[in-house]
């Protein structure tokens, strides 16, 4: 499921990303200016195009089992089916950005770090890759998007009660940042695939 190709279309949208948020972090008054308005961008673009990924990797596993023989078992098939699986990941990470009421109204830097630890503190961790990972197996009720965005607001964090703080420090937070984001991402398909699969393995028994 989790592939080179996977992997090279992720590499591409942050290599985007980063040249988009390079250039806001370069033309904004100040970095707070500047972090408002690349949380947005990052987490609406990533929470989007995890979403899709996610859609790639279920479609992948489709294929894969219909190969099995364990599957040519239309009963077999059809319990597979009703794990309802794509379903379970939209319920456990909320990808949809539109409907957080958080957007509707406008991030707040405080709400969002409350979410944000809140999560670490359910997750036993603060490291983004750690909560996205502890969602798979337990329920947090905090959205993918807000979980980027706090992770974002930690990373620059320094940048906000000094709004004019040096930029060139600050273009490397947020550029760390983004690096860091992508591989957790990646470690977190790893971890998507071995749910989905360990899901599988679940109805031979």
Known sequence: MY???LEKQLHDLFAELQKRTM???????????????????VSGTISSEAEGYMVDMYACLV???K??????????MNAFYRLNLRED????YQFNIESIDAYKRGIEYKEVNQLYVAAGAAAGTLALGGILKFALSSSIGIPFPII????LVAACAAYFAIPTKNRKDYKKAVDKFLHDLE???LDWFVEVEVYFDRQVRNLYR
């Open 183 to 185: 591989n957790d991402i």
């Open 148 to 151: 980027i965005v706090g992770a």
């Open 23 to 41: 250039k806001i972090a370069s033309e904004a008054k100040t970095n707070t200016e500047a972090t408002e308005r690349i949380m947005r961008i």
């Open 63 to 65: 294929e894969k089992i």
């Open 89 to 92: 990941l939209n319920e456990k």
């Open 3 to 5: 592939n080179k190709e």
């Open 67 to 76: 190969n099995e023989e364990f599957f040519q078992n239309p009963e077999n």
